[in-house]
């Protein structure tokens, strides 16, 4: 009962804590089609930090990241790009299913802001695997909530 009440107490802060709910639905390597959600929370003006899980009913398997991503808006370089957020960067990857990996995953998209509560974004990620864990790749497309 203990565990359960930490759970939701982790749960409820996470969610109070972010800016951002995303759904995605991607393709992998090794998982083929999964649907997910995940939590984006602004860090800095140009970091963001991401939690996210992905599930691919037909491998079955589970994907789980933490990340730090390189967010900028590119409008506050030049205002006719406003709402255009190219980002980069990585953090940890795993992947439960018929090949199992766990490692570093590099991430670039791009995320286009519609209006202010909303954003499409694309994205695509490579996991480098630790020992002889295999090296995969998944690409992903998906909205943000704020």
Do not use: C
Not at 10 to 35: C, D, K, N, V
Not at 66 to 78: I, M, R, V
Not at 99 to 113: A, D, K, R, S
Not at 130 to 146: D, S
């Amino acid at each position: 009962m203990k565990r359960l009440l930490l759970s939701l107490a982790l749960f409820l802060s996470l969610a109070s804590a972010q800016g951002a709910i995303g759904m995605r639905f991607g393709y992998g390597e090794s998982l083929g089609l999964t649907f997910g959600a995940g939590v984006e929370n602004r860090l800095r003006q140009n970091l963001s930090g991401r939690l996210l899980a992905e599930l691919s009913p037909a491998a079955p398997g589970v994907v789980l990241e933490a990340n730090l991503l390189f967010k900028p808006d590119l409008g506050q370089y030049e205002p006719t790009l406003a709402g255009t957020l190219p980002y980069l960067g990585g953090g940890l990857s795993g992947l439960l299913g018929p090949t199992p990996t766990l490692g570093v995953g590099f991430i670039l998209g791009l995320e286009g802001v519609l209006d202010p509560y909303t954003g499409l974004f694309a994205e695509g990620t490579y996991v480098y695997g630790f020992a002889q864990f295999p090296k995969v790749w998944r690409l992903a497309l998906g909205v943000n909530f704020r």
